[in-house]
């Protein structure tokens, strides 16, 4: 099998191929799966740039893969060989991974690989930003900082099926993009001051917007004694004391399952609706040209590499 990895830190171009063993089931609970298409994160990007550090290398990415099945063992007794699959597994920078069944769900059938990959790490990581982390009800005023990325699109659209009123920050080059997405108001940060618009408005803050980006969002817009939940770092939230607020993070496979689920069924029904900017091969060149892609920030869709 081949994978795609570094053995140093840097710019896209660190990327080598290698050849490795073909995987073997060795547990009872392991499925092992053909990839078919790769999902690309900026945590991909920063963590081949260094900023993640260490110095165990080779270094191969990448958690969110679709593949089929093509062995399980003993103890599967409800995934088989021949389904396709999508995997929050790695590494998934590779034409073959090995996982264990928590954490699979089924692709289903009228969905396109490229689509269903692009569900998982964003996927998951606003799910629980919604369900888990905030606990968005139906009539909450949800704020959502980075609604065109692929979290915070993926925030808006479960918040929206919730029956929350959602406000979708992004710039203003997206912003027919938040309105197709489904908001009920946009804030353009390139264009307005969006911290005194929508002052002391929001029962709920989702910030997933690049690195966190306005942390001082959540104290300005939020009401005291609502929830924010952040991939940035914890923000200072002195003037507003009552509020909760949760650093997003991974919680476990199981919610992980569950996240998948209820998105791979939304992708089904057309009520999640994903963007997938570019598709390129599962080859060195295209690994390559996917982290270029990454470096420019603000690409309008996910990127994908598919076999
Ligand atoms: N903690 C976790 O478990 C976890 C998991 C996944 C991702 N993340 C993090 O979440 C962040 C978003 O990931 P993603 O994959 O959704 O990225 P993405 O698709 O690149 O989206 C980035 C978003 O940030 C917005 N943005 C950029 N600069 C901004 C600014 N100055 N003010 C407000 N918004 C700004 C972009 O808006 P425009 O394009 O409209 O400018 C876009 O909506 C990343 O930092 C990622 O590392 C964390």
Do not use: C
């Not at 063993?21 to 740039?49: C, W, Y």
């Amino acid at each position: 099998m081949k994978t795609f990895g570094y053995q140093t830190f840097g710019g896209p171009e660190v990327f080598e191929e290698f050849t490795n063993a073909e995987p073997q089931i060795t547990k009872d609970t392991q499925v092992i799966i053909e990839t078919l298409a790769v999902g690309l994160n900026n945590f991909e990007r920063s963590q081949r740039a260094g900023e993640f550090g260490g110095d165990k290398f080779p270094i191969i990415p990448g958690r969110d893969v679709v593949g089929k099945i093509i062995a399980v063992g003993k103890a599967v007794d409800n995934f088989a060989p021949g389904e396709v699959v999508i995997a929050h597994a790695g590494p998934a920078y590779a034409t073959k991974v090995k996982t264990t069944a928590k954490r699979l769900v089924k692709k289903p059938d009228s969905v396109s690989v490229s689509k269903a990959v692009t569900i998982i790490t964003p996927g998951i990581t606003a799910y629980n930003a919604v369900s888990y982390f905030t606990q968005v009800q139906a009539g909450d005023t949800v704020i959502v900082n980075g609604a065109t990325g692929g979290v915070g699109s993926i925030v808006v659209q479960v918040a929206k099926k919730l029956g929350a009123h959602v406000i979708g920050i992004g710039s203003s080059k997206n912003e027919t993009l938040m309105k197709e997405l489904g908001v009920d108001e946009v804030g353009l940060y390139d264009q307005e001051n969006i911290n005194e618009k929508f002052a002391n408005q929001a029962d709920i803050v989702i910030n997933a917007a690049l690195d966190g980006k306005n942390p001082s969002l959540i104290s300005d817009v939020i009401k005291d004694g609502g929830s924010a939940a952040s991939v940035g770092d914890a923000t200072d939230l002195s003037n507003k004391p009552n509020v909760k607020f949760e650093h997003i993070r991974p919680i476990d496979a199981e919610h992980d399952q569950i996240a998948l689920q209820k998105l791979a069924e939304m992708l089904e029904d057309g009520s999640l609706t994903v963007k997938v900017f570019k598709e390129l091969p599962l080859t060195l060149t295209g690994v390559v040209e996917g982290h270029q892609l990454l470096e420019q920030r603000h690409a309008p869709g996910r990127v994908v590499l598919v076999k």
